[in-house]
């Protein structure tokens, strides 16, 4: 059964004074605190986003366009590598010295590794090993079999690169042209004689253009 406890309206009276001096204050001000809080914490984090945000690049690559969000100053060589998966050009020295990264530049033989991407925002032509020839009748590349270059296989896409170059170049270079043309571009297994015979019957086989 329901018992109901009497109060006085004089002490009903007091109890609502209390509510409405005390409860009522303290509640409000609890909530405003933390609508305040809460307010500054999601500033916090949308500036944190915003900072942490880093510039968006339009790179042209073995003509297809790419999008890439990378901080400034990345280099190219990372961004083919790590953001968009293109792993034939290869990363050796990472200063310059060796040539694994070799790829073209509105068709000039660049080092990727040490290239910021902050410099193709032009909309410059960057081909890859992988953009070099779709499907593989680059007659350097056929050479390259033909003459069974490669060893481990690592500085060949550099050497590739370069040797494609040459030849547009000078597309019958002689044996020391070819010496000239291919310095710079390392080779750890010494496959440069066969490198140079590669080039010296691709020279001699019509070609397609890359
Ligand atoms: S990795 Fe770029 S030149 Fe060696
Ligand atoms: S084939 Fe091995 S480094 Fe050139």
């Keep these: 059964m329901i018992q109901f406890i009497a109060i006085s309206p004089e002490n009903l009276l007091l109890l609502l004074q209390n509510i409405y001096a005390v409860v009522i204050p303290k509640v409000l001000s609890y909530t405003l ?11 916090f984090q949308y500036l944190k986003t915003k900072q942490a945000r880093m510039p968006i690049f339009i790179l042209n690559i073995n ?6 969000e990378v901080a400034e100053g990345t280099s190219l ?7 968009l998966g293109l792993t034939g050009t290869k990363y050796s020295c990472g200063i310059a010295q060796c040539g694994a990264c070799t790829v073209h530049v509105d068709g000039t033989p660049m080092k990727a590794c040490v290239l910021p991407v902050d410099n193709f925002a032009d909309g410059q032509n960057i081909t890859t090993i ?3 020839s779709p499907h593989s009748d680059h007659p350097v590349l056929k050479a390259w079999i033909k003459a069974q270059v490669p060893q481990c296989g690592y500085c060949q896409s550099g050497q590739i690169m370069q040797a494609v170059a040459l030849l547009n170049e000078n597309p019958n270079p002689t044996r020391e042209a070819i010496k000239a ?30």
């Design 33 to 43: 605190k933390n609508t305040f809080y809460g307010v500054i914490f999601l500033l």
């Design 63 to 68: 003509n297809k366009k790419h999008t890439v």
């Design 77 to 83: 060589l990372w961004v083919l590598r790590e953001h």
């Design 130 to 132: 992988e953009g070099l």
């Design 181 to 210: 043309g291919m310095n710079g571009v390392l080779c750890r297994c010494g496959t440069y004689l066969r490198i140079i015979e590669a080039i010296e019957l691709a020279a001699s086989t019509p070609k397609q253009e890359s």
